[in-house]
């Protein structure tokens, strides 16, 4: 697990703890399954309230007209500058720790290639457009430098549907 300060560090926390707690469930036998299995469920829940402070820390730092056009989607009247981008992408680059429960390692860096990929598309996709998907990529990016390539999420339940970023991940994995 890698040591990340800075302002991700109880996100990846959490993922790093995830990740290896999964590990440990694997290898336990059935009766220490259910402390393991209640364990992760607490670190993907402060994961996501980790996700949810950080972003909110992260849109108090923008300014009110570029808070608006990120929150709201409202339309930005002027040009926006190279550092408030920056400040945008810094915002979606959040790595989004809920994802462990149902993506592989291999799965976010196939989203992340896929979403830098469509940020290229300039043609496609309006310049806010292409910021976020700009910052999920990296979020996804940072994420899978903490849990690394060979993580792999417990099987979902029989019958569970499958999450619409696990399909566009095994569709840009199999057409790779």
């Given at each position: 697990m890698v040591e990340v300060l800075g302002p991700d560090h109880y996100i990846l926390l959490c993922a790093g703890r995830y990740a290896a707690t999964l590990t440990e469930y694997r290898n336990a036998d059935d009766r220490e399954r259910h402390r393991l299995q209640q364990k992760m469920d607490y670190l993907l829940e402060s994961g996501r309230l980790e996700v949810e402070a950080e972003k909110?820390?992260?849109?108090?730092?923008?300014?009110?007209?570029?808070?608006?056009?990120?929150?709201?989607?409202?339309p930005l009247g002027r040009a926006i500058s190279g550092t408030e981008a920056e400040a945008v992408r810094?915002?979606?680059?959040?790595?989004p720790a809920p994802l462990l429960d149902t993506l592989s390692g291999e799965e976010l860096m196939s989203l992340s290639d896929l979403f830098e990929g469509w940020a290229q598309e300039r043609d496609r996709h309006d310049p806010r457009t292409m910021i976020e998907l700009l910052g999920w990529s990296d979020g996804m990016r940072i994420l899978v430098q903490?849990?690394?390539?060979?993580?792999?999420p417990l099987n979902p339940p029989e019958g569970a549907q499958l999450p619409l970023l696990k399909f566009l991940a095994n569709r840009m994995r199999k057409a790779g």
């Open positions: 909110c820390r992260r849109e108090n730092r923008l300014g009110s007209d570029i808070r608006s056009f990120v929150r709201d989607r409202k810094h915002f979606y680059a959040t790595p903490t849990v690394g390539t060979e993580y792999v």
